[in-house]
């Protein structure tokens, strides 16, 4: 258990559903920690220090020492401060919130970022890619309010890109892949997060935030070839 002395800074990004979905785990928590927002074409030298690596968002540091990569944070968070917690307790089914959670991330975003990539025949091909995807994580809610059971877990957490940064990409590049009538299960759950006043704090100004997302794929897409 934390004490009061202990410091918890995170460093993010108002737009990141990465660091978004580390401040929400924290809120759950009830952890005071300091959010220190990054410019990322300027990254600041605390940044650099405390991911060399990767020399991206989200980090959190806790007590000066610096964890990186957010589903490695969660759970980090979860060791930490052990109030509330997101992952199961039972090993079995930690491994499979840990799988579905790599699936999200893995899986279902790499393929939505192919989707905003792709032209034509291909675009076709990768809409039922993600289609098939997102029905795969659906069923895992088999008529559970959240991933995690009765209450958000650690894959409701990491699906809070699914809930509600699909739909603003979707809007500005338009279609209906993802709709209630698809898939009723998911905008359910989704209806289930938005009744979470931390989970609605967490989520970027959806004004503000569909006018980045237009903003990014409009220079994408007038990118020199």
């Known amino acids: 258990m934390a004490d009061q002395e202990e410091q918890v800074k995170l460093y993010g990004t108002w737009s990141s559903p990465f660091s978004r979905r580390i401040e929400l785990a924290l809120k759950l928590k009830g952890v005071p920690f300091e959010y220190i927002e990054e410019d ?23 007590n000066d020492k610096p964890v990186a990569e957010s589903l490695v944070i969660l759970e980090y968070i979860d060791e930490i401060w052990k109030n509330n917690p997101i992952l199961p307790l039972d090993p079995h089914e930690r491994a499979t919130a ?91 759950w989704i209806g289930k997060l938005q009744e979470i006043d931390l989970v609605n704090e967490c989520r970027p100004p959806r004004e503000k ?11 994408l897409i007038n990118a020199p070839k």
């Open 98 to 188: 840990r799988f579905w959670a790599s699936f999200i991330d893995n899986k279902i975003l790499a393929t939505a970022v192919k989707f905003s990539l792709c032209k034509g025949e291909e675009k076709e091909v990768v809409i039922l890619e993600v289609y098939e995807q997102l029905k795969m994580l659906e069923q895992q809610l088999n008529g559970k309010d959240f991933f995690g059971g009765d209450k958000i877990g650690f894959v409701d957490i990491v699906g809070n890109i699914v809930a509600f940064w699909f739909q603003i990409t979707q809007e500005v590049l338009g279609g209906d892949f993802f709709t209630p009538e698809k898939f009723p299960g998911l905008f359910e």
């Open 209 to 219: 935030h569909l006018a980045y997302v237009r903003g990014k794929y409009e220079s």
């Open 40 to 62: 990322l074409s300027n990254k600041s030298p605390s940044l650099l220090k405390y991911n060399p690596v990767h020399k991206k968002i989200p980090v959190l540091v806790h």
